[in-house]
């Protein structure tokens, strides 16, 4: 059974960093897309960020616009592991931050793209 499951959440100030985890069991994930989702209170899930693992040693990534320069994501294949590094954290980062996983191979935007979910973990910043 494919399972994901998040970590590293918590609270911070603004400026703050925090570095989630993303933990997959179940079957390698090294050849499928990694992404990362979150959700505001009363707002949509929205992308954040996704990579894609390109042997032997590439990889390809996006970020949504507002994320672009203080968040990093990163894979480590050997340990089933995609992480997201987030710096600099503003108020408006508080969400619960969702790991997924898309078999396709084509980095995409749209979690209907995406078949596995984590749990989620909350991030909370404060002012």
């Known amino acids: 059974q494919k399972q994901l499951v998040e970590s590293g959440g918590g609270l911070v100030q603004a400026g703050g960093s925090l570095r989630l985890s993303c933990a997959a069991s179940g079957r390698t994930f090294a050849s499928y897309i990694m992404g990362w989702f979150r959700q505001a209170p009363g707002k949509e899930r929205e992308f954040v960020s996704a990579?894609?693992?390109?042997?032997?040693?590439?990889?390809?990534?996006e970020y949504v616009a507002s994320v672009k320069g203080r968040f990093t994501i990163s894979m480590d294949n050997a340990k089933n592991t995609v992480y997201l590094q987030m710096n600099s954290l503003k108020p408006e980062d508080t969400a619960v931050y969702f790991c997924?996983?898309?078999?396709?191979?084509?980095?995409?935007?749209?979690?209907?793209?995406?078949?596995?979910w984590g749990q989620g973990t909350q991030v909370t910043v404060s002012s």
């Open positions: 990579i894609r693992w390109s042997a032997p040693s590439i990889y390809y990534t």
């Open positions: 997924a996983a898309d078999r396709s191979g084509v980095i995409s935007r749209s979690q209907a793209h995406y078949d596995y």
